[in-house]
């Protein structure tokens, strides 16, 4: 079953964010590449959206998946979407943050 996509506002700022830090250390075009391949990657999960660890320990039907051993991306599938709830880049208290998202 193919499902839409959607990134959260969160996941949108925290791509933005990245963005930022990224172009800062390594130029523009560097951290434009590097968010188009998150990007697409989580455009693959129409698909196969039903992937990664789930997470009900933090909220029902929360799941985590890696990206390039350096990004942990949140998200929940529904019926007919996946809600790409949060990106984050390492380092990052991911537990933590999701818990206080609540």
Do not use: W
């Not at 390039?68 to 709830?85: D, L």
């Amino acid at each position: 079953m193919k499902r839409q996509v959607i990134f959260a506002p969160e996941a949108r700022d925290d791509l933005l964010s990245l963005y930022s830090y990224i172009a800062a250390q390594s130029g523009p075009l560097t951290a434009l590449g590097y968010i188009d391949r998150i990007e697409e990657y989580c455009r693959g999960f129409d698909l196969a959206s039903e992937r990664g660890a789930i997470r009900n320990d933090i909220r029902p039907g929360l799941r985590t998946v890696g990206f390039e051993r350096r990004i942990t991306i949140s998200f929940h599938v529904a019926t007919e979407t996946v809600t790409i709830e949060r990106i984050f880049y390492a380092g990052r208290d991911v537990d933590h943050i999701l818990r206080s998202d609540d």
